[in-house]
């Protein structure tokens, strides 16, 4: 693959740029643990250019992501590698050191997955039970039993915790039900579907509020409100827009929209002179009809099409096509042959 890194943990460290193209915060030169391993153990952790609570947010990963552990300093914070290779600073208590063993035994065991936009984990099988964490769209856990209207799980500290079964899935059949991903031959209905699962996720979000780094329903930017409408298709995607702009299957966009399908990304920024490079600095989801959704203050859906009332007055400078695009050295990769969360 050109970029990617496949997401599987290697011995090198890729440093990925922030949404606004700074690099996070490296760690030390020489790690402490370069090898270890954790979970994501908050329904979402918030990864920060450096190890402060007032230094700028870089990404998230949402609870059960395995992450690469580089540096723990002499407080609490935690230099780590999410599976899209952004490196940035957490506190401790957001992650839960594993080595490879119990990884390998996490990708085997039976998991849910986080269904509902928003859920609590409870410390018994009652709703009027006390909160063990929250818990958001794409979180993972780790199945124990059903009972009725109550699932256990194991979080990712060990602790065990009820969460309402109809707010998770079993994870195995959830990945294998995403219709999204489709192969590049596929048939014309199967790709309309599939688009039309992206163009049904991405309107979830409509409301929900622009977060800088944010790639959660509690907050999304831009390339992260792409991350995640795909990341819930069954879709790994890089992380900041100028990367996703050379992913996928390039669509020419010179002449105008006509060569776009709902669902193919678009990209905005500024464009090349002679002295300045093209810069991509913003990415949407076309929805057809000259129409885009995407997070802007908040998600919301503006069209292209001057004249009209939500007019959004910006050039498209490129755009890509991601569905059927996957595991073929483009940049996209499938959940269910990442490596990430299966063996």
């Known amino acids: 693959m050109k970029r990617f890194l496949t997401l599987v943990f290697c011995a090198l460290t890729l440093l990925g740029c922030t949404p606004g193209g700074k690099q996070a915060q490296p760690a030390p030169a020489e790690p402490e643990d370069e090898n270890g391993l954790a979970f994501a153990s908050l329904s979402v952790i918030n990864l920060r250019e450096k190890p402060d609570y007032t230094a700028e947010l870089a990404t998230q990963a949402l609870m059960g992501t395995p992450v690469k552990v580089h540096y723990h300093d002499d407080t609490y914070w ?15 208590m957001a992650i839960e050191p594993i080595d490879q063993q119990r990884l390998d035994a996490w990708k085997d065991a039976r998991r849910v997955i986080v269904t509902n936009f928003y859920t609590f984990f409870y410390d018994a099988p009652r709703f009027d039970a006390g909160h063990v964490s929250d818990g ?27 969460v309402p079964t109809a707010d998770v899935t079993d994870l195995r059949a959830w990945v294998d039900s995403r219709a999204a991903v489709v192969p590049a031959d596929a048939p014309q209905a199967a790709v309309e579907k599939a688009r039309n699962l992206i163009l049904e996720t991405a309107k979830t979000f409509v409301g929900v509020p622009y977060l800088w780094a944010g790639t959660s329903f ?11 409408v795909y990341f819930l298709n069954g879709y790994l995607l890089m992380r900041n827009s100028r990367q996703q702009a050379v992913s996928g299957d390039p669509i020419d966009v010179s002449e105008g929209l006509d060569n776009l399908q709902p669902a193919d990304l678009v990209f905005f920024g500024r464009e090349a002179t002679e002295d300045k490079p093209e810069r991509i600095t913003h990415v949407a989801i076309y929805l057809g009809d000259g129409k885009i959704i ?28 991601i569905i059927g695009t996957q595991d073929a050295g483009k940049d996209v990769v499938s959940i269910a042959n990442s490596g990430v969360y299966f063996n």
């Open 78 to 92: 935690v230099n780590i590698e999410t599976p899209d290779g952004y490196a940035a600073w957490v506190n401790d």
């Open 136 to 162: 958001v769209w794409g979180d993972i856990a780790e199945w124990v039993g059903t009972r009725g209207k109550f699932t256990e799980v194991m979080l990712p500290t060990g602790k065990h915790a009820f």
């Open 218 to 228: 509690k907050g999304v930017d831009c390339s992260g409100f792409v991350k995640t």
């Open 294 to 321: 995407h997070s802007s203050q908040l998600v919301r859906i503006n069209s292209l099409v001057e004249g009209e009332p939500d007019h959004y007055a910006r050039k498209p400078l490129r755009a890509c096509r």
